[in-house]
């Protein structure tokens, strides 16, 4: 059973800081391009960072230079970075499998002061 675990989202002040963690299980993680989405009521889901079963990484332009995809894959860990965090960064970031497209719950980030 694939299982996607996010973590990590809280409520910080604009130019603050946040880690956000994905838990993944049921698959070999280590094989598959992990990503990060985020979701605002009415929009469709934003892709943020992608990271390869190699560890390439690419970034939308709206994070480029603030926020860092990065894996651990001998804890099955992805991981998300953010910094320098602004109130339009206010979301549901969702973690997102390379192996058959499955998604996790989500984690909420909000940003205000």
């Known amino acids: 059973q694939v299982q996607l675990v996010e973590s990590g989202g809280d409520l910080v002040q604009p130019g603050g800081s946040l880690r956000l963690s994905c838990a993944a299980s049921g698959f070999t993680f280590s094989r598959y391009g992990m990503s990060w989405y985020r979701q605002t009521p009415g929009k469709q889901r934003e892709p943020l960072a992608h990271i390869t079963s190699g560890g390439m990484t690419n970034y939308a332009d709206s994070v480029k230079g603030r926020f860092t995809i990065s894996r651990d894959n001998t804890k099955n860990m992805v991981y998300l970075q953010m910094n320098s965090l602004k109130p339009e960064d206010t979301a549901v970031y969702l973690c997102?499998?390379?192996?058959?497209?499955?998604w996790g719950q989500g984690t909420q980030v909000t940003v205000s002061s």
């Open positions: 997102y499998s390379g192996f058959r497209g499955y």
